[in-house]
């Protein structure tokens, strides 16, 4: 089946390339005229956005806000006013977009469910399986969805955390108890300290997502619109995936030193993030609060200082990926990822919104891969984010990798599903599909 419809997906593309150069050729004049026109309200939609965010005057913020709708409403208009002028050939394109995709995702998706015992294999059937609930993640997403009811009658211990509680202590009198598999339902920063009892006892981790964003989550390829099919994972496949370290403390995402590690430390974060941003970011961008004080080691040797962000990753995010920013499309690379920000004026935020790179260094973002880092400080203690929840951290700070460490389980169904729809995209996806379509096999 991977074969057939990685066929399907292949002819697809070629139709889809042919189609695309004919309207080119044929419309050249209407696309560049676009082009540009939408290149200039980009540019004027940064600058007035840099200015509402940054300025103390509010007649300023409203006026720039008022430009930057005007900009945005001259991109949409551009676009509509082109499609109607063209309105067969936009369909046309349209028509054979959707069917690449479809196509081209369940290649993939059934080449990784066929390939699966290569970096997944059936997970042990957890006799005392052990969830940790948070219920304030996501707005109280879980008590919404009844998740404890549910998972009750899958036969799992359910714990609802409480003020005071420590998870991590929670977890680790639960696996003493006799839990073989332990899980969390909550947000990114509900899964590190549970986690570290799954990596430390050598015990299956599960992921249930009920926060906001679960970065985590759909990194693996859950579904974070379904927390409840999220529970088939107790019963589910188990994979390894690489954990970070920095110091004692577990990373499943990131660390973040500097602007946003001092955002997630204010107390008003959780309930208004856009004010505490325009609270918070204004005087560190405008370059009028003092750059984060720390120094490190880039690839070449040569030392950093004074970044407004330092952010450290367990694995690589790929800045570019036509699906979102911040997708990793691997969990087991073995590699954290450096980036390092200096941009505190309009102009360097545009260029590097201009530039983002996945690799490689320049004035204004610098970012490499690496097994290791060391961060030096004068300060005692350093305000951090660890996967979006606020900590200190005592200087100096040694950031490693385990790789495929952590046994995490996960539904059955999903295989790998959810990296082959980021991979759909990629760079890597035409020679994929065509050795699934040759041989069946993408390795």
């Keep these: 089946m991977a074969r057939a419809w990685a066929g399907s997906a292949l002819a697809a593309l070629a139709v889809l390339a042919v189609a695309v150069a004919g309207f080119a050729v044929r419309y050249l004049a209407d696309l560049a005229a676009l082009g540009l026109g939408a290149a200039l309200?980009?540019?004027?939609l940064a600058?007035?956005?840099w200015w509402a965010f940054t300025t103390r005057r509010a007649w300023k913020r409203r006026l720039n806000l008022a430009v930057g709708a005007v900009a945005v409403l001259a991109v949409v208009a551009d676009v509509v006013v082109f499609s109607l002028r063209h309105v067969r050939g936009v369909l046309a394109l349209l028509a054979v977009v959707p069917v690449w995709a479809m196509a081209a995702r369940r290649a993939l998706a059934a080449d990784e469910r066929s390939a699966a015992s290569g970096g997944m294999r059936p997970g042990p059937l957890p006799a005392s399986p052990w969830l940790l609930v948070n219920p304030w993640s996501g707005g109280?997403?879980?008590?919404?969805?009844?998740?404890a009811d549910a998972a009750r009658r899958r036969g799992v211990r359910v714990r609802l955390l409480e003020p005071g509680d420590d998870?991590?202590?929670?977890?680790?009198?639960a696996v003493g108890a006799g839990a073989d598999a332990v899980g969390v339902a909550g947000g990114d920063?509900?899964?590190?300290?549970?986690?570290?009892?799954?990596l430390e006892r050598d015990v299956p981790f599960v992921c249930v997502p009920t926060g906001t964003r679960n970065h985590f989550a759909r990194d693996l390829g859950l579904d974070r619109g379904a927390p409840l099919a999220a529970l088939d994972a107790f019963g589910g496949w188990e994979r390894r995936v690489d954990v970070g370290m920095v110091g004692?403390?577990?990373?499943?995402?990131?660390?973040?030193?500097?602007?946003?590690?001092?955002?997630?430390?204010?107390?008003?974060?959780?309930?208004?993030?856009?004010?505490?941003a325009h609270a918070v970011l204004p005087a560190r961008l405008r370059g009028e609060a003092p750059p984060l004080a720390v120094s490190f080691h880039g690839p070449d040797g040569r030392r950093y200082s004074d970044a407004l962000v330092l952010l450290v990753s367990n694995n690589a995010y790929e800045l570019r990926h036509p699906l979102g920013l911040g997708l990793r499309e691997r969990l087991d690379a073995g590699l954290l990822q450096v980036s390092a920000l200096w941009a505190t004026t309009g102009s360097g935020l545009a260029r590097l919104a201009a530039r983002v790179r996945g690799r490689g260094t320049d004035a204004t973002l610098a970012q490499w891969t690496a097994t290791a880092l060391r961060v030096d400080a004068l300060a005692a203690g350093l305000p951090a984010g660890i996967d979006g929840e606020a900590a200190a951290l005592?200087?100096?700070?040694?950031?490693?990798?385990?790789p495929r460490a952590l046994r995490v389980l996960v539904p059955a169904g999903l295989a790998r599903a959810g990296e082959a729809d980021a991979r759909l995209l990629g760079r890597g996806t035409v020679r994929r599909l065509w050795a699934v379509a040759r041989d069946g096999t993408g390795g």
Aim: hydrophobic residues 50%; proline residues 7%; without cysteine.
């Design 167 to 173: 998870p991590r202590a929670l977890a680790r009198a």
């Design 140 to 147: 109280g997403k879980a008590e919404q969805v009844g998740l």
């Design 189 to 198: 920063g509900s899964l590190g300290p549970v986690a570290a009892v799954a």
């Design 41 to 44: 309200n980009a540019a004027v």
């Design 394 to 402: 005592v200087p100096p700070l040694e950031f490693r990798l385990l």
């Design 47 to 49: 600058a007035a956005g």
């Design 248 to 276: 004692d403390r577990v990373f499943l995402n990131n660390v973040s030193l500097g602007a946003y590690a001092d955002l997630v430390a204010e107390p008003g974060y959780r309930a208004g993030k856009l004010a505490t």
